[in-house]
């Protein structure tokens, strides 16, 4: 890997990390809002939502018509040809793209 790309990726992260800490930092203070307020619904809510972004991971359906680009579009998203494109019908079921120690798998 060149060292280009290196300080690319090191810059993306860190900007990721700083967007995630804004992320969770706007959702401790709606937390300690709607405790305030005598919501715990809402604040166990926001605190499910803590729990979620300090694992790091997400779930994200792409659904549409066939052969409308949806493989195409979520390659195009995470940055790699992971999914299968083509003129013939190549995708027929739910699948799932996990990351995991810098190496990407499509499941």
Request: charge should be positive.
């Amino acid at each position: 890997m060149k060292m280009g790309m290196v300080m690319d990726e090191t810059e993306r992260l860190r900007k990721y990390t700083l967007a995630k800490q804004e992320v969770a930092q706007a959702t401790r203070a709606l937390k300690t809002f709607f405790h305030a307020r005598g919501r715990p619904d809402a604040a166990d809510k926001c605190q499910e939502l803590l729990v979620t972004l300090a694992e790091d991971r997400f779930n994200l359906a792409v659904v549409g018509q066939f052969k409308r680009g949806k493989s195409s579009l979520m390659n195009a998203v995470i940055g790699c040809d992971l999914l299968p494109t083509g003129r013939l019908p190549l995708t027929s079921g739910a699948g799932s793209i996990g990351w995991r120690a810098k190496r990407e798998r499509v499941v």
